[in-house]
């Protein structure tokens, strides 16, 4: 009969879970039964998946993560001019908060300007502003308010931290899964269960970049793998785990290992969940283990070689997004303030017309743009 991995319970069709060998908030498809109790799988995923899901959103909202269900929430960030801004996961972004004030001008006259993150925003703060100015008309104001497109002028200042306890167990427990799956027995895996178990035990992970372990790693996609393997590991039973291609960690499941033989991995592509075959190899010794517990395995500048490649394809992606935002919106707003009934033959004066609204609407997307690129020559 099939155990719980970490409470050892016997598993039956009352307590068995389906687990995310990647989790589901980073693009995580995989599942997997006859691991978990339902009650190891939620303790889990409230504590130690949502720490990895936390130290990872920046990462997923940058590189557009695909996710089974629903989307990436929206993350608080900071532009370095300071603007408090929500990234979202469409790659757009809002103010952090609505923003309102009121100037008096001449014969009693009050001007209001508004910043609201969304029409039902501003209606609810225009409703307020209704209450204490009854003359106000609202319904007027609401009717001639418009959308209008902003563009960060310098880029976002995104925290990149990773690592800690909650976050560490989360991929401890995927790679101990993962093994369990391949045909390793739970119990054999004796430093993942110790480090998982026991309050205060020490890390069976650490991070790798001196040399790739992924062997053919194809150029520029954010990897998600999952290996776990003891071909050429000194007696050990390690594992590899790597989340968008640069955060890349070792783990010692078990540092004398006698049981079956296992050569396992599964990478997915977290933008569009495809999964991409590539082999690994984990013939690492106990020095090298010891090593990167030690964090002496990354070599000067080989993090920021991980992410170059990664990043560049995300910031390309970004930006083709955000021009096909605005020539969406662009032509949303044309024909809807054209006038002209639906199927109607257009005018030259139409046509005049609808390019004028094409060019208001675009024209911020157009200097940000411009914007963007002189102050890269500048540089």
């Not at 204490?132 to 609202?138: A, I, R, S, W």
């Not at 609401?142 to 990149?160: D, E, H, K, T, W």
């Not at 776990?228 to 499941?253: A, H, K, P, W």
């Amino acid at each position: 009969m099939k155990e719980c991995v970490l409470c050892d319970s016997p598993l039956s069709d009352a307590n068995d879970s389906e687990e995310h060998i990647i989790i589901n908030a980073i693009g995580g498809r995989y599942k997997v039964s006859g691991v978990l109790c339902v009650k190891c799988n939620n303790g889990a995923g409230q504590t130690w998946d949502c720490a990895l899901a936390k130290d990872l959103q920046s990462l997923g909202l940058l590189i557009g993560v695909k996710r089974e269900r629903g989307v990436l929430p929206s993350l608080a960030v900071e532009n370095l001019d300071g603007d408090q801004l929500l990234l979202h996961a469409d790659g757009s972004m809002s103010p952090a908060s609505a923003s309102f004030s009121q100037t008096p001008e001449g014969s009693g006259a009050m001007r209001i300007e508004l910043v609201a993150r969304s029409t039902e925003e501003a209606r609810k703060i225009l409703k307020g502003v209704k209450r204490k100015y009854p003359k106000f008309d609202l319904e007027s104001a609401i009717a001639n308010a418009g959308v209008q497109s902003r563009y960060s002028r310098s880029p976002l200042n995104l925290s990149m931290e990773f690592g800690g306890a909650l976050s560490g167990r989360s991929l401890v427990k995927s790679l101990l899964c993962f093994a369990v799956v391949n045909g390793v027995i739970a119990k054999d895996c004796t430093n993942a269960r110790q480090y998982l178990l026991e309050d205060g035990a020490e890390a069976c992970f650490g991070y790798w970049y001196e040399s790739d372990l992924m062997l053919g790693r194809p150029e520029g996609v954010p990897l998600h793998c999952v290996a776990v393997s003891n071909r050429g590991t000194d007696g050990q039973l390690l594992g590899y785990i790597e989340f968008f291609g640069v955060r890349r960690m070792v783990v010692c499941l078990a540092e004398s290992y006698s049981g079956a033989a296992v050569h396992a991995s599964y990478c997915i592509d977290p933008r569009s969940s495809e999964r991409i075959d590539v082999e690994f190899n984990l013939g690492l010794n106990r020095a090298d283990i010891q090593a990167s517990y030690n964090y002496e395995r990354i070599p000067e500048g080989s993090i920021e070689r991980a992410f170059d490649s990664v990043l560049r394809e995300a910031v390309k992606r970004s930006a083709i997004r955000a021009r096909d935002q605005a020539i969406d919106r662009a032509v949303q707003h044309a024909f809807a303030n054209l006038d002209v009934d639906e199927g109607a033959m257009l005018t030259d004066q139409d046509v005049e017309k609808l390019s004028g609204l094409l060019m208001h609407e675009l024209t911020p997307y157009l200097m940000h743009v411009l914007g963007s690129r002189r102050r890269r020559d500048e540089r």
